[in-house]
């Protein structure tokens, strides 16, 4: 079950570039994105979502893909910024693994790189349905120079 | 979770009273090993929803409850719109009108042995299944209004079934009061090329055989005994469900402070059922239902083709259709009187007991029928609402087995490949594209679902008509 929703202090690890990470929710799964702007963590939590799916190494980036989104707060832009890349897997049938992201307070826009999802090669898994506002943390370290964000993906 | 915050009602039903700011109690239906075993979340969750305005008699939580968003999964709560009630589009749930149809074959189980791989991966191939998968069908702007709209009625009108099929689905394949305008550009984008399509994670179609029958009497009048063959199809509305509930989760989580609402927890995102926003949901979430009644109808022609290919004698006549994240305005007895209220059922089946109205004639006289689905390595059951159902819960009843462990602790613990081997062993086909898959959908990730129909029993939720047992599970 999930034992887990706050993001663990990226320091601690004593490692500083950036990644993502999956932590476990009892139905679903949470996905968490650490990277040296706000920026970086969102694209690395992009790529979290995508492992939720299948291995991202998969994922050839060979047809591009722009999106953008605004919204009240920064962690509900963690929130839409996700469920937008979910629109985008789900009306292209795509898979992404590579994300460009530049926000500027609370809008947000990117270029995302993938293909058309191929069951043979990159079996998924399971199907993303929307990025929830569960264990929805963001920026906790980010005067040590981290940025950590993350959310629950309902799947 | 720790039960000594609960107050035992009776072996089955047990009761966190009101305190801080909960309106009413909230109450949790499980014997006491499957209470142990739920997580301390599911406790929180729908204490929070009894805090909720406009909330009547008390917030339930069924037997197979585990941790969700807002409310807890198989989260029970009605509203009162005339006492401020709310809507609650984490109440629902993303894949809104998630539901199981049953569908009974007219076979016994040596009519599919023989046949029984090649009947699987012909059902595999028929059904569109998976990430990326589509449907036969592209939809323009009309004609996802006229889907929307009519639901299963629409799917009949289209070819996709029998009109004799709609009278065994709730709503009798048609949610009234959908409004296709509320469906935004992006939930219809998605949608479009995804009629008739399965999903993945816990979706499935599964070939099934009885292997229990708890009510001779009941059963042998509905025509079923042990060795009958049933399909079960367990999806909902796809992508468009799922963009609805995400739209309006962050719409109504937004809004809240405008409503006055503070919320224990913003997956609770709710606003009032008489304001616009609460109106657009119910509008929107209509329309939603009408997608996943008119999707499984285009499943269920899609199984019949595939049956008819290899088994044609096979009839495949709808038994029931029920869906399980839904709200619903109905009439329930609640504080000595009958009133109108919005139930939202989260991972929860309607449970009507008999005589009432809404079911179809044939089945009025048994009470409603629970579809309750399990795993691909242990059974479903059915079961069938009752008159003492009918005032327990606002009629609603378990859904599922309930998860017991996350995804990334059953894709550790198991390896796809090594299940379906071992499940066919034990005699259950299984057909997925994907192996991690079917890991994370490993039988012993899940509760134990006849513990949970015999709780649902015991808490007098309904009663048990039927176990059914896995012989093919074609997964996304």
């Known amino acids: 079950m999930f034992r887990q929703a706050k993001a663990m202090d990226p320091i601690k690890t004593k490692r500083r570039e950036a990644r993502w990470e999956h932590f476990s929710h009892g139905a679903d799964i949470g996905v968490r994105g650490i990277g040296p702007s706000r920026d970086k963590a969102f694209e690395q939590a992009a790529l979290a979502l995508t492992a939720v799916v299948c291995n991202p190494k998969r994922v050839k980036p060979v047809q591009r893909v722009t999106v953008s989104c605004s919204a009240a707060d920064q962690e509900l832009l963690l929130v839409a910024w996700l469920n937008a890349v979910i629109a985008e897997m789900s009306a292209r049938k795509m898979l992404f693994s590579r994300f460009s992201v530049r926000s500027r307070g609370l809008r947000l826009k990117a270029v995302i790189k993938g293909e058309k999802a191929d069951p043979r090669r990159h079996a998924p898994a399971v199907e993303p349905k929307g990025a929830t506002l569960t264990a929805l943390d963001i920026g906790r370290w980010r005067q040590r120079g981290l940025w950590t964000v993350q959310c629950v993906v309902d799947v | 979770m720790n039960i000594s915050k609960l107050a035992r009602r009776s072996d089955y039903s047990w009761e966190m ?23 301390e979340k599911v406790a929180e ?91 036969s069908l592209h939809l323009d702007d009309r004609e996802l209004d006229r889907m ?159 049956f008819a290919e290899v088994l044609p004698q096979a009839s495949l006549d709808v038994f029931y259709d029920v869906s399980h994240n839904t709200c619903k305005l109905e009439e329930h007895e609640a504080g000595g009187r009958r009133r109108s209220l919005y139930v939202h059922r989260k991972g929860a089946t309607r449970a009507f007991g008999p005589g009432r109205p809404e ?25 069938l609402g009752t008159a003492e159902s009918e005032k327990t819960a606002f009629a ?58 015999e709780a649902t029993e015991r808490a007098g939720l309904a009663r048990r008509l039927l176990r059914l047992a896995p012989m093919i599970c074609v997964k996304g």
Not at chain 2, 17 to 39: C, H, N, Q, T, W
Not at chain 2, 360 to 383: K, N
Request: with cysteine; net charge neutral.
């Open chain 2, 359 to 383: 079911l179809p004639e044939a089945l009025r006289p048994f009470g409603q029928p629970v579809l309750i689905g399990g795993t691909m390595g242990t059974a479903s059951h059915i079961l």
């Open chain 2, 148 to 306: 929307l709209e009519n639901g299963a009625r629409w799917a009949v009108g289209r070819g996709f079934g029998r009109p004799d099929d709609l009278d065994r689905v709730e709503e009798r394949g048609r949610m009234e009061g959908a409004d296709p305008a509320e469906i935004s550009r992006q939930a219809r984008r998605r949608q479009r090329d995804e009629m008739g399509t399965l999903g993945s994670g816990n979706h499935y179609m599964e070939v099934q055989r009885v292997s229990l029958v708890y009510d001779d009497r009941a059963a042998a009048a509905m025509g079923f005994s042990v060795g009958d063959v049933l399909v079960s199809l367990h999806c909902g509305s796809r992508g468009l469900g799922h963009q609805v509930g995400t739209e309006f989760v962050s719409r109504m989580a937004e809004a809240a402070p405008r409503f006055g609402l503070t919320l224990p927890e913003r997956d609770l995102a709710c606003a009032p059922i008489k304001s616009p926003l609460g109106q657009s949901y119910l509008g929107a979430m209509r329309a939603a239902i009408n997608c996943a009644l008119a999707n499984r109808q285009i499943l269920t022609h899609l199984a019949r083709i595939a």
């Open chain 2, 396 to 453: 609603s009843a378990a859904h599922g087995a309930g998860r017991a462990m996350s995804r990334h602790q059953a894709a550790k613990q198991w390896r796809g490949a090594q299940l379906v081997k071992e499940l066919a062993s034990r005699g259950v086909l299984i057909e997925s594209p994907s192996m991690r898959g079917v890991a994370e959908e490993a039988p012993g990730a899940y509760k134990d679902v006849d513990a949970v129909a």
């Open chain 2, 45 to 135: 969750q729908i204490s929070n929803v009894a805090c909720l305005p406009g909330i009547v008699e008390a917030a339930y939580a069924m037997p197979d409850a585990h941790w969700g968003y807002g409310f807890p999964i198989g989260g029970v709560a009605a509203f009162d719109p005339d006492e401020g009630g709310v809507v609650s589009a984490g109440g629902v749930g993303f894949d809104i009108s998630c539901g199981v149809r049953a569908l009974k074959t007219g076979l016994r189980v040596p009519e599919i042995e023989s046949v029984r791989a090649r009947l699987a991966r012909t059902l595999a191939a028929a059904i569109p299944a998976g990430v990326g998968s589509t449907g």
């Open chain 2, 17 to 39: 009273p009101k305190r801080g700011d909960m309106r009413v109690p909230a109450v949790i239906f499980a014997g006491e090993s499957l209470i142990r075993e739920m997580d």
